[in-house]
């Protein structure tokens, strides 16, 4: 199985400051027949299922706000908060849909300072 | 509008049996894999079963592989999970989820649409 770790586990930004998450894959999830990156990113509220942010490592999910950008390839990726907002407190979750067991990391907790 | 709409939780007795339903709407089901994801309280999320738009092929994972059976009914939009021989680490909120991409041979792509979920509760 890929074993996915985040790190950290939690973080407290303040307002308007910057965020990074950061996942690491235990294999690439780049595959190389399309060049692509089979890794997504979700927010997950208090009491909400999860939203997808992010797909293909970088590429934003229709509707969400350009503060979040997802970055990386092969192994090493970061999710990034440009200006946190309050209604960004959540956890956020990586996963890779490369292979099954499609698997999740362990989830970073982001809360205001 | 997109949905899922999951059904069918509830308590039930360590080796005892539910079954699981999400009822889709709002895009064509035949041409998306489907997904089942639990959450147990507390935790995070684990990938639990996957088949695919025909429904002629299915994937788990090991915790609930030969214990669970995921089906569809293509006419009634419609995704099961049948789950059998119930342990306490069973214990979850399940969520059906649909892949952003519309591809019936496939189901490696993130999740773009999740139901509310449905909570199922084992113990005696």
């Known amino acids: 199985d890929i074993v996915m770790t985040q790190s950290p586990d939690s973080l407290a930004v303040s307002l308007g400051e910057r965020a990074t998450i950061n996942c690491k894959s235990s294999?690439?999830?780049?595959?190389?027949?399309?060049?692509?990156?089979?890794l997504a990113w979700y927010q997950q509220r208090p009491g909400q299922p999860p939203k997808l942010l992010i797909y293909?490592?970088?590429t934003r999910e229709s509707g969400v706000p350009d503060r979040f950008s997802g970055s990386g390839s092969g192994t090493d990726f970061t999710l990034t908060i440009s200006s946190l907002q309050a209604e960004d407190v959540a956890v956020y979750y990586c996963?890779?849909?490369?292979?099954?067991?499609?698997?999740f990391g362990g989830g970073t907790k982001v809360e205001i300072k | 509008e997109v949905q899922l709409l999951e059904s069918g939780g509830g308590l039930v007795q360590p080796g005892g049996s539910l079954r699981l339903s999400c009822a889709a709407s709002?895009?064509?089901?035949?041409?998306?894999?489907m997904n089942w994801v639990r959450q147990a309280p507390g935790k995070g999320l684990e990938w639990v079963s996957a088949?695919?738009?025909?429904?002629?092929?299915?994937y788990y994972a090991d915790s609930v592989k030969g214990r669970f059976t995921i089906s569809r009914d293509n006419s009634k939009n419609t995704l099961y999970l049948q789950m059998n021989s119930l342990r306490a680490e069973d214990a979850a909120v399940y969520y059906c989820?649909?892949?952003?991409?519309?591809?019936?041979?496939?189901?490696?792509?993130?999740?773009?649409?999740w139901g509310q979920g449905t909570t199922v509760t084992v113990s005696s």
């Open positions: 989820a649909k892949p952003h991409a519309p591809d019936p041979k496939n189901f490696n792509y993130g999740l773009d649409v």
């Open positions: 709002g895009f064509t089901f035949s041409t998306y894999a």
């Open positions: 088949i695919l738009g025909s429904g002629d092929n299915t």
């Open positions: 294999q690439s999830v780049l595959y190389s027949s399309n060049n692509k990156n089979y």
């Open positions: 293909w490592a970088s």
């Open positions: 996963q890779q849909h490369y292979r099954t067991p499609l698997t």
